[in-house]
Nanobody
């Protein structure tokens, strides 16, 4: 069983910074893409940023230049550094990971996992 646990959310004033972390645990062989998504009340879940196994990154236009995604494969952790936060960044932030799980016959299978979410609130 694989679990993703987010931390680092909270309340911050506009212009401030937060750093989200997502640590994976369980039977894990490796990771492919890892990322962060967010969902504000009344809105659909949207992509914030992703980082591929090779390190290439992708960002939503709304966070480019302000957010930075990174990963530490040894620690099985993905991070999201959020600077210059705006009230419109307020949402529940979810971690996502494409996890390669080892099988008893050798090799691995890829599964998609989500964290439970962490609230980020930016006051004006």
């Amino acid at each position: 069983q694989v679990q993703l646990v987010e931390s680092g959310g909270g309340l911050v004033q506009a212009g401030g910074s937060l750093r989200l972390s997502c640590a994976a645990s369980g039977s894990i062989f490796s990771f492919n893409a890892m990322g962060w998504y967010r969902q504000a009340p009344g809105n659909q879940r949207e992509l914030v940023a992703t980082v591929a196994n090779g390190g290439s990154t992708k960002y939503a236009d709304s966070v480019k230049g302000r957010f930075t995604i990174s990963r530490d494969n040894a620690k099985k952790t993905v991070y999201l550094q959020m600077n210059s936060l705006k009230p419109e960044d307020t949402a529940v932030y979810y971690c996502n990971a494409q996890v390669i799980v080892p099988t008893i016959v050798g090799g691995g299978l890829e599964y998609d996992y989500w964290g439970q979410g962490t609230q980020v609130t930016v006051s004006s």
